[in-house]
């Protein structure tokens, strides 16, 4: 998964004409350590989109502009508009990212 380092680069991923997932997520938080232990095989599973990562403490104005309440939080864009967000309430296990994956085809 790359990581976003700058606001540029978030622009352009996210203006993208293909589907890219943005994972928002924080050094300190639990629940992201628990994703990143399996969101590989679900990377790997759904690989029609184009995976980023970014630090919702080192862009809270991005974060808060795309109503980014919770972390891990995965949000999918395409063409500049946000499709889905899967909220970190309910991105706690594989089978519910899956299924919210799975509901977007």
Not at 79 to 89: I, N, V
Not at 90 to 105: D, G, I, R
Request: proline share 4%; charged share 30%; glycine share 4%.
């Amino acid at each position: 998964m790359q990581e976003i380092k700058t606001n540029e680069l978030f622009k352009e991923v996210v203006e993208s004409k293909d589907a890219v997932i943005i994972k928002f997520t924080a050094g300190w938080c639990p629940d992201c350590r628990r994703m990143d232990m399996f969101i590989g095989d679900i990377m790997e599973e759904h690989n029609e989109y184009k995976w980023y990562e970014i630090d919702r403490d080192e862009f809270p104005k991005l974060a808060e502009k795309h109503q980014v309440m919770g972390i891990p939080s995965l949000l999918i864009f395409k063409d500049g508009e946000k499709l889905a967000h899967l909220h970190s309430a309910n991105a706690k296990s594989p089978e519910q990212v899956t299924e919210f994956l799975s509901a977007q085809k």
